[in-house]
């Protein structure tokens, strides 16, 4: 299934994740320029202290070879803070190969212990 | 010889709330002297500032540009710093560009690299302008002809209805501030400038990219001597 813009296109089950999770490979609709990956944070406090490390692979080849396009993250548990998000670290970055109808992304979340969290990806 | 631009991405990395980020954003060709990386961060006035940044491209460390950082400033919303970092002679390739420091931050980041500079010193002249609460910011580089200037602006909270000379990157997709970045050629006093919805604050960090001052080959006479082939 090819995924169309402004959609989140995977959402890992929203629940305690022990070491790592995914968002498995996934095909990418070609008008696609940017891709924005966010987890929620609100498990992971000062108190907790968890650290979290997201990596983007992108694809252009159907999945057959992989190279990592972005990381974030962070060491430790947060004080969660203001602003409009404070719920949600993330990470944009452009999505190389517009026009690539063979396009595929896969996401993966790195904790240093188990936390609840969502990750989310979402294609502009 | 003058600098012209090598490689850029006018798609900017927004980052919320982390200590790290790294992306590929251009490739940087054979042909490029210098890359010069504009970090704009900002985040919640309270939020507890980043330290000990570390910027890199590939395996090389990017340098702050001498002059080219306002420090933290609030603005009416936001607490911002705009900075520009350098290095010479990048490594070739869609190598990874990436940042690091301490404290969780929020902001925008993006790497442009140049070509027809000088390798010895590709960035001078940095400026930071700020905090400054109008609708039209603005910085003043002394840029030669020959040379580029290239700029940051932290914006605080409002919107940017245009930027001048030509954009490195423009975007309000942040959680906290908006950010824009430009460059263009260098004309001695050089200005790069923007203009913005209301007048809650910007920050502006600039340099000069300049343009290769290695001196060209002259043959060389020796009076009284001329060689001759037999």
Known sequence: MVNTSLTAIATITTGVITSSSSIPATLVDPAVTQVKV?????????????????????????G?????????????????????????ASIVHPLPGVGNPQRMIRVFLILSAAMTTTLTAILS | MSVSVDAVNTAVIVFNSVTSFSGTPITVTAAATSVLAGIDFTDATATTK?????????????????????GFLNGASHSNRAVLYGKE??????????????????????????KGGDTTTPFKNGTAT???????????????????????CAVDSDSINAVGQTTWWNN??????????????????????????????????A?????????????????GYV???W
Request: proline letters at 5%.
């Open chain 2, 172 to 205: 309000a997709t942040g959680s906290f501030g908006n950010s824009f970045a430009n460059y263009t050629a260098g004309a001695g006093a050089t200005t790069l400038s923007g203009t913005l919805g209301g007048g809650a604050g910007w920050t502006y960090a």
């Open chain 2, 227 to 229: 060689e001759n082939e």
């Open chain 2, 89 to 114: 002679l990048p490594t070739i390739g869609a190598q990874t560009f990436a940042g690091a420091w301490t404290n969780a931050y929020s902001g925008y980041a993006n790497i442009v690299s140049w």
């Open chain 1, 64 to 88: 057959v070879n992989w190279t990592t396009l972005c990381t974030a993250g962070r060491n430790k548990g947060y004080d969660l803070g203001g602003g409009p998000d404070p719920n949600n």
């Open chain 2, 207 to 223: 340099c000069d990219v300049q343009v290769s001052q290695a001196t060209p080959f002259v043959p060389s006479t020796i009076a």
């Open chain 2, 130 to 152: 700020g905090l400054v609460s109008d609708t039209a910011p603005t910085v003043s580089v002394t840029s030669p002809a020959g040379d580029f200037a290239a700029g940051v």
């Open chain 1, 38 to 62: 966010m987890w929620d944070i609100t498990g992971n406090t000062s108190a907790s202290n968890v650290s979290s490390q997201v990596r983007l692979d992108v694809s252009q080849d159907n």
């Open chain 2, 50 to 70: 980043p330290t000990s940044v570390v910027i890199t491209w590939g395996a090389q460390t990017l340098s702050i540009v001498l002059g080219a950082d306002t």
